[in-house]
């Protein structure tokens, strides 16, 4: 640590699917001085201001809701804490990716415009919008029929959730937010621009997510011509550059930036970074063979190695954001979602009633049943993509499957299932690492899922019959976050320095008696996988989800 002063503080913000969670960081003594969460005002957005539904496979939000939640946080902690802004060195931020938002030239997202506010394509397309599957399918035909190399670095292909199919839908199906937008950015950061009061293009974003690697840049002119002739200058007219990258800092924070943190002018702010990156530093995941999980409402997969390689199903790499290291990622569309499902649509009001006698919430009282369910007994078995497979098929028209069902089935089954599913999916994914001749000597599990259900940590160790770690450290992306703060205010070093700042308990788990038999049930997962991501049985499951209406 270079100089640093007693009373010295950093602040992360982690801004979610739902919600933005904050922290402030003591850099003396590592410690979280106080937390805040500010739920968004228009969530996930299903209908437009004028009550407008929107197609199947839609997922936006507003921009302002990012800009509300910020300030809410910030208020919060100051109220709380009592500390004063003045102590405060540096301010990171982490983002969900991609999440695509078309700006005027001043930065203004065009859904503030009364022009557009009615239009779905000139608000926040989150990373979940499945609204460009089409274009996605386009973009890999005519990426292979050029013999284009940047689909390599994404496992062969990419889907919906990537920066240039959402780019590409709305030049298709929204052609005045094209042309009026000056730049798509990514909110992480558009964010980080009203912070710093200047635009910017980062690495971690652009490299996962926009197809632009540090040695190629972003992909071709004659590509995007061939692709869709409109195209053709968005990475030269539409798209901030040059890209940014870690060790640089994205500025200091301007007077709107401090009118909306309360925190002086001059502040050091880092260069934003992808929410499930931002745990990296924050549970010391900064060298080769070193896999972290990160479980939410989906799931990630990060795994730093020092060799290049291509990868069947992953969702990309990028060089630089560690020193020496090659930072590869891969991913579940759908994790703790599928568990939201079953308890939102698929239990009796009797289960409710019982975890509300004995004092539990719902899940611990399903996790307690669940537990006496044994292995394979109730013959069942789930595919986990409920919304879609994100690796290692990239295929967001692929959906969930539960099979062995019977009139005796219970619901507490069904749960064990879907636990099974995506320990199961996590399994596939680590091997795909594995069998590319990426060596992983070490798994952590972090998010609230890792810290809150025990039963699902202990079937992931099963399932991949090996030991996994959850840090017990809440708010970890935005500890992160904070910790990229202190980085770019020069009060820390380099990652490494920043995990070791930190204390925090951790839990174990080892495989039980039950991994020789998730051994068997993994093959048979495989061989349903393949049966329904392939061939006929993928043209059956295409067939049926072009039916929804």
């Not at 549970?283 to 972290?292: A, N, T």
């Not at 996994?468 to 500890?479: E, I, K």
Request: net charge negative; charged share 20%; proline share 5%.
């Amino acid at each position: 640590m270079k100089n640093l002063k007693t009373n010295t503080y950093a602040v992360g913000i982690d801004f979610g699917t739902l919600s933005a969670r904050a922290v402030l960081l003591d850099l003396e003594t590592g410690s979280i001085v106080a937390e805040a969460l500010s739920e968004y005002t228009h969530g996930v957005i299903t209908a437009l201001p004028e009550g407008n539904p929107l197609p199947d496979g839609y997922a936006l939000q507003h921009p302002k809701d990012y800009l509300d939640a910020l300030s809410a946080c910030f208020a919060s902690l100051w109220q709380t804490s009592g500390v004063s802004p003045s102590a405060v060195v540096g301010l990171g931020i982490d983002f969900t990716a991609s999440t695509l938002l078309p700006v005027d030239g001043k930065g203004e997202p065009l859904c503030f415009s009364t022009v557009f506010k009615d239009e779905p394509h000139a608000y926040a397309k989150l990373w979940r919008h499945h609204g460009a599957t089409k274009e996605a399918e386009d973009i890999n035909r005519c990426a292979r029929a050029r013999g284009e190399d940047f689909l390599s670095r994404y496992g062969g292909k990419i889907s919906s959730e990537f920066f240039l199919p959402k780019v590409l839908e709305t030049a298709r199906r929204a052609p005045a937010v094209y042309d009026a937008a000056a730049c798509f950015s990514e909110a992480g950061d558009w964010l980080t621009r009203r912070l710093v009061g200047k635009p910017l293009q980062t690495a971690v974003f652009a490299g996962y997510k926009a197809l632009w690697s540090e040695k190629e840049g972003f992909p071709s002119a004659a590509f995007l011509e061939a692709l869709e002739p409109r195209l053709s200058t968005l990475f030269t007219e539409k798209v901030i550059t040059p890209v940014k990258s870690f060790p640089d800092i994205a500025g200091y924070l301007s007077e709107e930036g401090s009118a909306l943190t309360g925190l002086p002018v001059g502040c050091a702010v880092a260069l934003p970074t992808i929410d499930a990156h931002a745990a990296l530093p924050a549970f010391g995941i900064v060298g080769e063979g070193e896999l972290l999980l990160i479980l939410g409402t989906s799931a990630c997969h990060i795994l730093h190695a020092k060799e290049e390689r291509q990868i069947g199903g992953i969702c990309g790499y990028v060089q630089g954001l560690f020193p020496g290291l090659y930072t590869y990622e891969a991913g579940q569309s759908c994790f703790g979602d599928h568990f939201a499902w079953l308890a939102q649509n698929a239990l009796p009001d009797a289960y409710r009633a019982a975890a509300e006698q004995e004092g539990k919430s719902l899940f611990e009282y399903l996790n307690t049943l669940a537990e006496q369910v044994p292995v394979g007994a109730d013959g069942l078995l789930a595919l986990d993509w409920f919304e879609g497979c994100r690796s290692p098929y990239d295929n967001d028209a692929l959906s969930g499957l539960l099979l062995g069902l019977r009139t005796d089935t219970r619901p507490e089954a069904i749960y064990r299932a879907l636990l099974e599913a995506v320990a199961f999916g996590t399994r596939r994914i680590v091997d795909t690492y594995k069998e590319a001749g990426l060596p992983i000597s070490r798994m952590v599990a972090g998010g609230g899922i890792a810290e809150k259900n025990p039963l699902l940590l202990q079937i992931l160790a099963d399932v991949l019959n090996a030991p996994v770690t959850v840090p017990l450290l809440p708010y970890s992306s935005a500890v992160g976050s904070a910790l990229y703060g202190a980085l770019a205010a020069g009060a820390i070093e380099d990652p490494a320095a920043a995990g070791r700042l930190l204390s925090y308990e951790e839990r174990l788990y080892t495989p039980s008696g039950n991994a020789k038999a998730y051994g068997e049930i993994y093959g048979e997962y495989l061989s349903l996988s393949r049966l329904f991501a392939e061939g006929e049985g993928l043209s059956l499951m295409q067939k049926l989800q072009n039916r929804r209406a």
